[in-house]
């Protein structure tokens, strides 16, 4: 007979909120992540773009109900840290890779969070980015890795919340 | 730049003695590929229903369908009960054996194609989340995914009474397959004839914020009456015919989720009973106002027909009043819409209402109601926004289109982000409530609230009116109106920057998971980017950058013009922007709707040219001059610097005729030799050499590579040495030969010297990449270092609202210690 692996049935603690906002047109439900490597300081700079009314609905769900990403430098930094912590490179052999915080920023549209890597030798990377997954199933993390002009394009969904790329300058 | 210095520049160009034909479907030598190729062979041939210049055919022909609709709101069970009478009118040259019925409720059962086919953790699902298993972590099912489950066991959901019969009540056999029903007419229906039948349904409301619907019941437990209240928002809630069309007959594909409708024109009557104390807001023209409003409300709905701002119909004190105990008596309210492709409606007893006439003149509507229904979570940000933004909406959206054509236009608060209905639209914003019982409203909400009501009101136009396929196309209507209210965004406010600029697609387009545009709506892998994102950029870019908004906006309003109250396809609209502009754009629907292409020129040379003019007294004393710009040898210079005298100097008496005269040094041989040079011109070739050497113009040869793929204008900000600057729009037809390089000679005045060139310097094609766009190259800050060099702040992200209200508070001095 065949073995069936019995898996632990998990509940995830996300309070839920109000309404659910199909905001067609306004609400993405999409980030996308540049990792590109800068030949002058020889670090990958990783930048992660969240569309504004993605941000701002994702911290009431995240955070707590009355939060304003806006409004609340709090907020913005819980945000930020969020992403850190979400977002993750490992190294061929498994082992996390220490990703330098550098900052984020609003601009009208878009909440920006910036992370560098130092490093500069070819490897094969495992990247995670399960950035919003837990609260909306639809959200897709796209990472574009730009090296020596060519464009690589990584899909996190739910369901593949995990990938793996080879860097070769 | 680089000089060359050397070549005569007579016989610049270079005739092409051969090219390729365009009479083979395929290049199958070399690597040429052919990126103005005309879309001929892929759009669908004209015919009698659609002609070549995008316009409905001579024959052309659409369905006609009429609802009656009888129908209750059972509030205690959440359950709509109603009968429908439906006259099918044929005007399509076939004869038809079946018809085919959508049953969109049906995709909430369990059994349901889009339930089945639901992947755990998967991509493009709407409903709430789950995560699959990976090495490291379990599986995990969200409270909102588990809320999902228990609901949909709870409840019965789907039509669970449905009978369709004759007018004398005989059973017509119909059969249900999933979301579509089959009816089997009793006798073909032969083309001209109609036939009228009924359709007797019911149904528990799903609750909106459980099942992640278009439409449902909101509960809103904390009010006054006990057990709370709910607003209902009905759409999608009768069975509707399925479109029949010349290009794809029956129009029926499975509902899923993604892909939306497509539906028949029609006229309407419907009576709405609700529970007396609710209001309601509807598809339609309400025509028994004496019976279910009252007298005071009539009035203020008269009085607000030549407003200048909204009235209040229903006040926010009526509706607070009206929302704190329920009722057990009922009222039918009667509507009736014409000419409408679906029909939607909210109740609830929660709602105030406010209402402003738009006078916008003309024959087809000159008033027109813009209304607001909400309960009081949405406050003053509905109050003061709402209506403005629907009127706004009518303005900009008729520049562009037609006069709106209906006698209202509605926006509803309610559990949904925001959904479109001819004359009605739900969208989602509210005010935040705080602990003191106050509301208030971020800058983020209230942009919030006004996009999406520009949004869903422009969907009235787009498909509502301009009747595409959703289920095919997403793009024709939702990257029509996100260009649109991209458009009527801007000039709210143009601090507000929705709309969609070009550089907002360039991270989606430069990945390799895009998909083409034209691409079926339940496939297409990033819904927002892909139907709403790039064709509104795409569109902005054809406006601003390619034809300019007279050619743009003549062509666009045509293709609004000859598709109201019918049915375009993709090709109709390519076809009519490029007959009504006269502009070749097969090009651009083939880089931008057809290919996953992305944006990238880059400008990697520019060379200088000079004119060797024969003359020697010209052109040697120009290679006396190169010769002594280029820099000393070091050792000669070092030499200098330590004062070692040259023999010839020092002993002067060794220098001879070549010390006195160099290489360059003109004699009368040379300039005997010109002179038979120039005898031998013919009058026309010296007449040309002598007006070049007066103007002594300066000669540049550009050199651009097309990295990205996707053949766009060239468009140049040209600096000078002087300081002026100029701008040069060069077509995207430059590619036609050579897809991946182009060269372009620029002649500019004897003072105007080129000093740098910015390819795209407003960034307004979408360019990738723009750190290849600058000749000299420059450096450009990465986005990380330029963040690293100033950090911004911004004031508009305060909540000056809430915060203004904080009382000054008085701190004593701190004590500091000496």
Known sequence: ?169 | MHRFPKYLFFLFFVSIASFSGHSAIQQTKGDFEDKFRQLDEVLPTPNVYRNAAGEPGHAYWQQKVDYKINVRLIEKERRLEASQQITYQNNSPDTLKYLWVQLDQNKFRNDSMSALTTTFGGIGSRGPVTVAATEESPPQISLSALRRQHFVEDNVLGYDALSVKTLDGKVIKHTVVGTLMRIDLPTPLLSGEQIIFEIDFAFNIVEEDAVSARAGYEHFPDDENEGGNDIFLLAQWFPRLAAYTDYEAWTNKEFIGRGEFTLEFGDYEVEITVPADHIVASTGELQNADTVLTATQRERLEDAKDADRPVFIVTADEALENEKSGTNKEKTWRFVAENVRDFAWASSRKFMWDARGYQQGGDVQPLVMAMSFYPKEGGDLWKRYSTESVIHTMEVYSRFSFDYPYPTAQSVNGPVGGMEYPMITFNGPRTTLHEDGTRSYTLAEKRFLIGVVIHEIGHIYYPMIVNSDERQWTWMDEGLNSFLDGVAGREWDPSIPWGVEPRDIVDYMKSDIQVPIMTQSDSVLKLGPNAYTKPAAALNILRETILGRELFDFAFREYSQRWKYKRPTPSDFFRTMEEASGVDLDWFWRGWFYTTDHVDISIDRISQLRLDTFDPDIDLGHERQEEADKPLSLTVERNQDEGIELWVDRFPDLKDFHDENDRFSVTNADRNAYNEFLSQLKPWERETLLRALKEDKNYYVLEFSNRGGLVMPIILQLDFEDGSSQEMRIPAEIWRRSPKQVQKLIVTDKDKILKQVVVDPRWETADTDVDNNHYPRQIIPSRIEAFKQQQREGLEYKDIMHDSKTELKEFDPMFYEK
Do not use: C
């Open chain 1, 1 to 169: 007979m065949e073995y069936r692996r019995l898996y632990r049935f998990f509940v995830m603690a996300v309070l839920f909120i109000g309404a659910l906002h199909h905001a067609y047109g306004h609400q993405q439900k999409a980030a996308i992540t540049t990792i590109t490597f800068n030949a002058t300081s020889s670090v990958f700079e990783i930048v992660h773009r969240f569309n504004l009314h993605d941000a701002e609905h994702a911290v009431k769900r995240i955070l707590y109900k009355e939060t304003d990403i806006y409004n609340s430098a709090d907020t913005q930094v819980k945000f930020a840290e969020y992403i850190y912590e979400r977002f993750s490179i490992a190294d061929e052999d498994g082992h996390l890779m220490s990703l330098v915080p550098v900052g984020y920023e609003l601009d009208n549209k878009h909440f920006w969070v910036y992370q560098e890597l130092v490093f500069s030798e070819d490897a094969i990377l495992h990247i995670q980015h399960p950035a919003l997954q837990e609260i909306w199933a639809e959200q897709i993390n796209t990472v574009n890795i730009e090296v020596n002009d060519e464009v690589r394009t990584l899909l996190f969904t739910s369901e593949d919340p995990h990938q793996t790329v080879e860097i070769a300058f």
